[in-house]
């Protein structure tokens, strides 16, 4: 009990640690009189706002999770992720813990793969269908390790997830993962 509620804490100074930085960052360039700037760095913040709240709504808790924390380093990955959704529909029919192992594995494929000195981005387009999620990944950055990274893509063998890689380079992979109702 002791464990979660020190996890809370420190999850709570994570949060505002990134709002406070984000509120510094507005009044900086109000008092630089760049006002389209703040604008704009407003904008993301609701963007951005408006996506998390797809994601906490689709039906997968740890899903949401892994992918709400991952930017703040907890799991040491050398890159960050921004994600978006293509509609709102929810996700039930999909085993979330299989989905976020799987997820999680995936991640640390890549983290181990990329060159951690470069600017690496994940962008993941998440779809949730009828009886299905599809995500649309594409990364930019520096690979180091094409070879392990195509290689566990295109031998990944499991009856509800369907890999379909579409490029991989030294600067950048291209798939599509379709994640068959699980439950």
Not at 11 to 33: E, F, P
Not at 52 to 74: S, V, Y
Not at 87 to 105: G, H, R, Y
Not at 135 to 140: A, G, N, R, S
């Amino acid at each position: 009990m002791m464990k979660d509620k020190e996890e809370t804490l420190t999850l709570l100074q994570h949060a505002r640690h990134d709002w406070l930085n984000r509120i510094q960052l507005i009044k900086g360039y109000l008092a630089l009189g760049k006002t389209e700037e703040a604008e704009r760095v407003i904008e993301e913040i609701v963007l951005e706002s408006q996506q998390e709240t797809k994601l906490t709504k689709l039906g997968l808790p740890e899903f949401a999770t892994l992918f709400l924390l991952h930017n703040w380093g907890w799991e040491g990955h050398t890159f960050q992720i921004e994600y978006e959704f293509i509609n709102d529909l929810p996700a039930q029919f999909i085993n979330d813990v299989t989905l976020t192992d799987w997820m999680k594995s995936f991640f640390q494929v890549i983290s181990d793969a990329l060159h951690p000195l470069y600017a690496n981005q994940l962008y993941v387009s998440i779809e949730p269908l009828e009886k299905s999620l599809s995500l649309h990944f594409d990364f930019e950055g520096k690979l180091k390790d094409l070879r392990s990274l195509e290689k566990w893509l295109l031998h990944y063998e499991d009856k509800q997830i369907h890999i379909n890689l579409k490029e991989v380079s030294e600067t950048n992979f291209i798939c599509n993962v379709i994640f068959s109702g699980m439950e």
